[in-house]
């Protein structure tokens, strides 16, 4: 909850105060310290957002499975294949879902061009129902044999485990990567926020609802992993075969697995338009003759590219844990070295109170400073060291 306490609403206010992207807001905040610090800030960006287009890279890959996933559903073969064996038949293969990932960047690209309206106005329906479907799943899944086993593995806590470095690694890699603290990002959405949005009460209800999600995901992947004699380590590729597994024994399971995949698709690109965004906002603000149409179609050759590419040679699964792992939390750092650190005091905590009644101070600055930061570094570090050393 201190990611989504201090780092979150930084980035926020950061996003706000600059009115631009990654590139501009780096600079502004950099700029506080001098003209010194200002040449200096415009450099380190660079780093966090490069990170936000590696990121969308992978992204549109998932993407593109979840489109395929989508479309095995509406003819109804996904309800009838052994899901492990369907899912290696494409994850494994290279260039094995090239028309599917041509259609996320598209999609993604088109909405970009005419707006994020609609797909805001859809994301207001079909996330409830994506909610709601989780938590039937949920009660399913409780009837399931075996599932005991399950809820021990997730709620018995096993603390000798807090001994090896890399859960540390994971789990904030996972923190970053779930609330979007990536040094880039979220400083987007804080561009486009009015002045009179508490950003911290924004934040801190972001990270919430993000840990209800979490947990009934939990709830529906984790028992039925035991249930069903799954790997409960084998990462994302347990959306494409422990959830088809559980809608293939469930009444109206392919209507379901449809509602689903179509949630994840909205919820997907409205990411993935984040993602293109941020790097988008910032190539404008430091080539300002650029043409905006023109730099994303750029960025979609580049992802189509190298995401075509990528899940050829290195696979998306590796790619996406390196990311989450090393490059995600290395952004989310230098951001939070430049908001906490480098900053003045005064600048970020003024505008960070814009649109409050209560008044956040010397605690709320502190804990950045002092909690937030350290605790990244550190385990930015050893993150790196671990992938040196093997």
Request: proline share 4%; net charge positive.
């Amino acid at each position: 909850m201190i990611f989504s306490y201090v780092g979150l609403p930084a980035e926020f206010a950061i996003g706000r105060r600059a009115k631009t992207g990654t590139l501009g807001s780096y600079e502004n905040a950099w700029s506080t310290r001098g003209e010194g610090a200002k040449k200096v800030g415009k450099i380190i960006g660079w780093l966090p957002l490069a990170g936000s287009m590696c990121i969308a890279i992978g992204y549109a890959v998932i993407l593109a499975y979840v489109l395929k996933a989508l479309v095995n559903s509406l003819v109804g073969t996904l309800m009838t294949v052994d899901a492990s064996v369907w899912f290696d038949s494409f994850a494994l293969s290279p260039y094995s879902v090239i028309p599917y990932h041509v259609i996320v960047v598209l999609l993604t690209l088109f909405t970009l061009f005419l707006g994020a309206k609609s797909i805001e106005k859809t994301n207001k329906i079909m996330m409830p129902l994506f909610f709601i479907i989780f938590i039937i799943l949920a009660i399913r899944v409780a009837m399931l044999p075996n599932v005991r086993e399950g809820y021990l593995f997730m709620l018995i806590p096993r603390w000798e485990a807090l001994k090896d470095p890399m859960v540390w690694i994971w789990a904030m890699g996972q923190a970053f990567f779930s609330l979007s603290i990536t040094g880039s990002g979220m400083i987007v959405y804080g561009a486009y926020l009015s002045e009179d949005e508490d950003v911290v009460s924004v934040a801190r209800t972001t990270g919430i609802f993000d840990t209800i999600a979490a947990v009934v995901a939990a709830l529906v992947i984790i028992p039925a992993c035991f249930s069903y004699g799954l790997d409960v380590g084998a990462g994302p590729g347990l959306l494409f075969v422990t959830l088809p597994t559980i809608l293939q024994d469930i009444a109206m399971g392919r209507l379901f697995a449809i509602i689903l995949y179509v949630a994840m698709i909205f919820a997907g690109i409205s990411s993935l338009q984040n993602m293109f965004e941020a790097v988008a906002e910032s190539l404008l603000h430091k080539f300002p003759k650029l043409n905006r149409k023109t730099v994303l179609l750029i960025l979609s050759v580049i992802c189509l590219g190298f995401g075509i590419n990528m899940e050829a040679i290195f696979h998306w699964g590796p790619w996406m844990d390196y990311v989450s792992i090393y490059i995600i939390p290395i952004g989310a750092t230098l951001g939070a070295i430049s908001w906490f650190w480098i900053m003045k005091k005064e600048d970020l905590l003024f505008e960070v109170n814009k649109g409050t009644t209560k008044k956040h101070g010397n605690r709320w600055y502190y804990i950045g400073r002092y909690l937030y930061v350290p605790f990244a570094i550190i385990l930015s570090c050893v993150a790196l060291f671990k992938g040196i050393a093997f």
